[in-house]
């Protein structure tokens, strides 16, 4: 069955960088995209890209444009995300979300907390 | 973008009664709509796509409806399992976005 296993909870001082990772299995790595979609405590989910895991093309939303960067490494059958210049307001839980088809997300990693704090 | 604003912010039921959940987008998003549930602590679950398919494994009480910029969410008889926060989303233009969700809580 598909699996996306992340990378453990990070607390990082603003300013600084982070990089997520998402482990995949159970299905093949390259076939289909892996989105970024964020939770901040108490708040609704806020998408913030996604990367073509074959060839590594990258779709931001324009929030984040600039401050994130997705890659993959299709030998390991990860994706990552990294968000750097963090600030308190960067404080959420990130998931990685991967489609059947289309846009819309039929499996999700566990999560992970960044929490920005000085 | 298009916005897609829920309501009610909350709906307080019993188990057993029918649950009537809106999205409304700013936009026209076609069907590309999508529906979620999430309990505390979880990821979201994907229950609904193109605005009324159900996603393998999801129960044939939850139903949904709508294109173009209203969109409904129907829980039949509502169990207890159910009692969550739901969420909308859009594909039909980037950025994907999602609605500030609806919580289903136990009256």
């Known amino acids: 069955q598909v699996q996306l296993v992340q990378s453990g909870a990070e607390v990082k001082k603003p300013g600084a960088s982070v990089k997520v990772s998402c482990k995949a299995s159970?299905?093949?790595?390259?076939?289909?995209?892996m989105n970024w979609v964020r939770q901040a405590p108490g708040q609704s989910l806020e998408w913030m890209g996604w990367?073509?895991?074959?060839?590594?093309?990258?779709k931001y939303s324009q929030k984040f444009q600039g401050r994130v960067t997705f890659t993959r490494d299709t030998f390991a059958n990860t994706a990552y995300m990294e968000l750097s210049s963090l600030r308190s307001e960067d404080t959420a839980v990130y998931y990685c979300?991967?489609?059947?088809?289309?846009?819309?997300?039929?499996?999700w990693g566990q999560g992970t907390l960044v929490t920005v704090s000085s | 973008e298009s916005v897609l604003t829920q309501s009610p912010g909350t709906l307080s039921l019993s188990p057993g009664e029918r649950a009537t959940l809106s999205c409304r987008a700013s936009?026209?998003?076609?069907?590309?709509l999508a529906w979620y549930q999430q309990k505390p602590g979880q990821a979201p679950r994907l229950l609904i796509y193109?605005?009324?398919s159900r996603a393998t494994g999801i129960p044939d009480r939850f139903s949904g409806s709508g294109s173009g910029t209203d969109f409904t969410l129907t829980i039949s008889r509502l169990e207890p399992a159910d009692f969550a926060v739901y969420y909308c989303?859009?594909?039909?233009?980037?950025?994907?976005?999602f609605g500030q969700g609806t919580k289903v809580e136990i009256k």
């Open positions: 979300a991967r489609p059947e088809s289309g846009s819309y997300f039929n499996h």
């Open positions: 159970g299905y093949f790595f390259t076939s289909y995209a």
């Open positions: 990367i073509n895991v074959d060839n590594g093309n990258t």
């Open positions: 936009q026209s998003v076609s069907s590309y």
């Open positions: 193109d605005a009324s």
């Open positions: 989303q859009q594909y039909g233009s980037s950025p994907r976005t």
